[in-house]
């Protein structure tokens, strides 16, 4: 009895022996590591992180959403800005030798910061005469007198646009391009201009305001569009990165008057709606437009956005970043 004893202790300790030293698999090596130290299992993540709160949050599921993290590639947002009808100029192919190289850390320190809403001064602002502020803008279409259309600008191309007492009605097929006064350059400048769109905020529309770049690149443009229910004041700069200060509008209701603004120079864009800031955001690189290069107003490259579909009054295009007192001051001079 003993002897039967003695041999199934030594038959335990051989088999204990066994499983602390048998070789382990990777398997169950991992196993063992994330019953200790908690892991969990990583999974793709579709659609990227949720930004933002309220309207900015939207954006992750609506296509063309300014979201630069939203999980798709830099061609895949370029695909969903590109003009429809134009062709892609191959990645690679845009000559951009002019462009600056990315800044470094020590030159990033030295711009200016973005300004946060809540310190921006437009709280208690009174708007003053205006009449030496307009003289400074470098292009001007007032639309406030039928007769006079378009007034001294002589517009390159002009289709689908009519005049009456309360502004220029731009319809979905408008086509309106102005040239640029000789040397205004693209890296500042302020736009601003009355809209009363036939169109709902909550509507799926495209609909062009102002845009300000090459045909078939999508480097070193400045915009401003509806894209679905937000309005977007879109730039990129000279190695095509996005600066995106958008808005969101799904409770405009059609017929209503709004007023915009945008001011873009030393590396901060931000976005104007009814003489308030509503977002501010930082580009890293200079914006290099050739001169030359014209504006369209109301509408967009044959092919692309469809026209503004609106009746827009007090456009100006300044070469400078005006103050939010001054954009005050212009939205209640032009009020309609």
């Not at 698999?25 to 579709?46: L, M, N, Q």
């Not at 509008?249 to 308030?276: C, M, N, P, S």
């Not at 955001?281 to 001169?291: F, G, R, S």
């Not at 692309?304 to 209640?332: C, D, K």
Request: charged share 20%; net charge negative; proline share 9%.
């Amino acid at each position: 009895m003993q002897r039967w004893l003695v041999a199934l202790l030594g038959a335990l300790a051989c088999l204990s022996l066994w499983i602390l030293t048998r070789p382990r698999s990777s398997t169950d090596e991992s196993i063992r590591a994330s019953r200790h130290s908690g892991a969990v299992p990583t999974f793709p993540i579709r659609g990227g992180p949720a930004r933002g709160t309220g309207e900015e949050a939207a954006f992750g599921d609506f296509a063309g959403g300014p979201s630069s993290e939203s999980g798709a590639t830099r061609s895949q947002r370029r695909d969903l800005l590109r003009p429809r009808g134009e062709v892609l100029v191959p990645e690679g192919a845009i000559d951009i030798s002019k462009g600056e190289p990315s800044p470094s850390s020590a030159e990033l320190a030295t711009r200016p910061k973005v300004l946060p809403m809540d310190r921006m001064p437009f709280g208690n602002l009174g708007a003053e005469p205006a009449e030496g502020l307009i003289g400074e803008a470098v292009l001007s279409l007032p639309f406030d007198d039928p007769q006079k259309g378009s007034g001294a600008v002589h517009t390159l191309a002009e289709k689908d646009v009519q005049y009456d007492e309360f502004g220029a009605v731009f319809g979905p097929n408008a086509l309106f391009v102005a040239p640029p006064p000789e040397g205004v350059g693209s890296n500042a400048g302020s736009v601003l201009f009355w809209l009363q769109p036939a169109w709902a905020g909550d509507s799926g529309s495209n609909n062009a305001y102002f845009t300000w770049r090459m045909p078939h690149t999508f480097e070193n443009r400045v915009t401003i569009f509806k894209n679905g229910p937000f309005l977007r004041f879109l730039i990129a700069d000279s190695l095509g990165q996005e600066a995106d200060a958008s808005y969101g509008i799904a409770l405009w209701k059609a017929d209503e008057w709004h007023h915009v603004a945008a001011t873009w120079g030393d590396f901060v864009a931000t976005f104007f709606i009814d003489g308030r800031p509503v977002r501010s955001v930082e580009y890293a690189n200079e914006i290099i437009i050739p001169p030359g290069t014209p504006w369209y107003i109301g509408s967009d490259y044959p092919g692309g956005a469809r026209g503004a579909n609106s009746r827009i009054r007090g456009f100006h295009v300044f070469p400078r970043v005006l103050q939010p007192e001054e954009i005050l001051t212009l939205m209640e001079q032009t009020r309609p």
